[in-house]
């Protein structure tokens, strides 16, 4: 026989204003996701989009978190939480919509390496983090900001976040430098907006 436990009456409030935020809105609340990641490793997916401009230079787009967010206003790696059922190219997809505008991009995500970070880095508490480049057509976008991947604003960046880019910057040189690798700097579409055409 499975032993009831009785609920104190701060549990029952969180329990039925929980009830009621997925009834009405079909949402959980922040600040119970928020909770709940703290207890559960989650597993998140980074997508950096990376553009090498005219003059030859590799720039990355990054977003700001939103007021109201854990780290407001720091800069960061777009990324998106897993789902129950929610495979690889959907995530790649809700990030693409909802958090890049629907950026063009050229091809899939091409997988760069996995990081873990622990609550004492992540408020939202433990996460391990597949880690995606993928490459723009051009630097048109209606949100976040390109910048130089050389020359980054470290101290407007989620420090976790920076961690990743600096073992992008790696990545990049090892394939850049691997003959035998598939990834090289002339592989990145350039910024064909300016008096030309892309196919």
Sequence with gaps: MRRAF??????????????RSIRETGLIPSWYFDEFGKIFPQIMLSLAVLHIDNG??????????????????????????????DPLPAMWQRLLREDLSALLVKEEPQFAFIDEVNAAERKRGD??????????????????????????PADEIVPYHLRFLQKLCKWIDV????????????????????GGTHH
């Design 6 to 19: 009785e609920l104190q009456p701060h549990a029952r409030r969180i329990i039925t204003m929980l009830r």
């Design 56 to 85: 030859g230079r590799i720039r990355i787009l990054l977003t700001r978190r939103p007021l109201g967010d854990i780290d407001a206003g720091k800069l960061h790696v777009p990324s998106t939480t897993k789902r129950p059922n």
């Design 127 to 152: 996460a391990i983090y597949l880690f995606h480049i993928v490459y723009a057509w051009s630097e048109k976008i209606s949100t976040g900001e390109w910048f130089d991947i050389q020359n980054l």
């Design 175 to 194: 394939h850049s430098r691997d003959q035998q690798g598939s990834w090289e700097p002339g592989d990145l579409p350039r910024d064909t907006t300016r």
